[in-house]
């Protein structure tokens, strides 16, 4: 779709139409690590979140069995 459009500006907020703004485009954004971080932190472990849930008396997570769409 924006290959099709024309540009209508080219004064300061000009930039390219292929191009996404601030904030929404693939990737991890710059503020997503901590100060000293290199890398963000692991996922917990499937068991690692059932010994949380068994410590905390949570009660355990339905199995969704409903259909996807076009099953």
Known sequence: MAEEREKISDGQ??????ETIAGTGPGIPDDGLAPGESE???????????????????P?????????AGE
């Open 40 to 58: 963000l932190p692991q996922a917990p472990t499937d068991e690692e979140v059932e010994k949380a849930r068994e410590k905390h008396g949570a």
């Open 13 to 18: 907020t000009d930039r390219p139409l292929d």
């Open 60 to 68: 355990e997570a339905e199995i969704d069995t409903l259909p996807l």
